[in-house]
């Protein structure tokens, strides 16, 4: 979940199920198997969410595979208190008893308002819920990003976000975007510097080439990268298959992706018509088999749909339909 997000569906009057039944659908997806997958080969039944259900982040917390990204809980274009509260606070709530326990967030979302929100429904939280937020991006007015990695910042960034989320260490703490203005071992000393204080237990990059992946690992270890990643924007395939060969997760973001137009015969539609489900989770499905280290971060603001993201993990595509749905990219 990131920056910049897409409105266009809401100006043109679309709901989310017409544009699911009209539109290229993509998801955010699966976790991981073990280290004994075998990276880079095409996935299989084999991988999906019934034979893989978990994944541990840094190798210490597991998490289920289908998590939850908190940006659409706050209000329009990501700025501001949502509209209704209460429905939002119904939504986190309802995601963990779902069994999701790996909740993706930023200080950007708002701003703030998505940690304050967490807070608010969660806390106390459960044992065993994991919390990743970001830093590195500010936000001075509706649909604005700027990015600011500088060591000073990312500092206060880091303790705002552990005061809004009442934690004393944040469990994975991603760099949202690297500042061009700031060496990346600048903003990574800073938040290494955190983490040796306590401050933090894992460290996250997110919007980044495998070449930046590496340049941080010098710095500080890293456990996951979340980039943009669905059925047609591949363009961080490289980074996909940088994170299997170093068994990292991969959270995708941009859940719904792509405007061509889907006919009858698509393959999407044919597998959805086929099991009796959305075009949405068919599209999670697909993704579930997509790689062994993928983990899944829809977001919504509505229970509803929360609840049909949730069910996307039961689905099982035969693999003449997960090669069909593979084919449809570019």
């Known amino acids: ?14 709901t989310r199920r017409t544009f699911l039944g009209t539109t290229l659908v993509t998801g955010a ?49 990501i700025w501001g208190w949502p509209p209704d509260r209460g429905n939002a606070l119904k939504v986190l709530r309802r995601a963990v008893e779902l ?14 308002t998505s940690e304050l929100l967490i807070a608010e429904a969660l806390y106390p939280y459960p044992k065993g819920l994991v919390i990743a937020t970001k830093g590195g ?36 703490y991603q760099l949202h975007r690297i500042d061009p203005k700031v060496p990346i071992e600048e903003s990574l000393g ?38 943009r990643y669905n059925i047609e924007d591949r363009k961080s395939e490289n980074a996909l298959a940088y994170c299997e060969k170093n068994a990292l997760g991969f959270l995708p973001w941009f859940p719904i992706g792509g405007t061509r137009g889907l006919k009858p015969e698509n393959a999407l539609n044919a597998a959805a018509k086929a099991h009796g489900v959305s075009v949405f989770q068919v599209a999670l499905a697909w993704l579930l088999e997509r790689s062994p280290v993928i983990l899944p971060i829809p977001g919504t603001s509505s229970v509803a749909h929360l609840e049909e993201n949730v069910a996307a993990t039961k689905l099982k595509l035969a ?7 593979n084919a449809l990219a570019g």
């Open 1 to 14: 979940m990131h920056e910049k997000p897409s409105n266009s569906n809401k100006k043109q009057g679309v």
């Open 29 to 77: 997806a699966l976790v991981a198997r073990g280290s004994d997958a075998i990276f880079g080969a095409e996935p299989s039944a084999s991988s999906n969410i019934a034979t893989n259900p978990t994944w541990k982040l840094g190798g210490d917390l597991t998490v289920n595979r289908l998590g939850f990204g908190a940006m659409r809980v706050t209000g329009e274009g």
């Open 99 to 112: 069994g999701v326990n790996l909740i993706d967030t930023a200080d950007a979302y708002g701003p703030e």
């Open 137 to 172: 991006l500010t936000r001075p007015g509706p649909g604005e990003w700027v990015p600011d990695g500088s060591p000073q910042h990312l500092k206060q960034a880091v303790d705002g976000s552990l005061k809004r989320l009442r934690l004393e260490r944040i469990d994975v």
């Open 190 to 227: 800073a938040i290494k510097e955190m983490k040796d204080a306590g401050k933090i237990r894992h460290v996250g990059l997110s919007n980044v080439e495998p070449e930046e992946i590496e340049r941080a690992r010098k710095i500080v270890p890293i456990v996951s990268v979340q980039n």
């Open 319 to 325: 693999p003449e339909e997960w090669k069909a749905i």
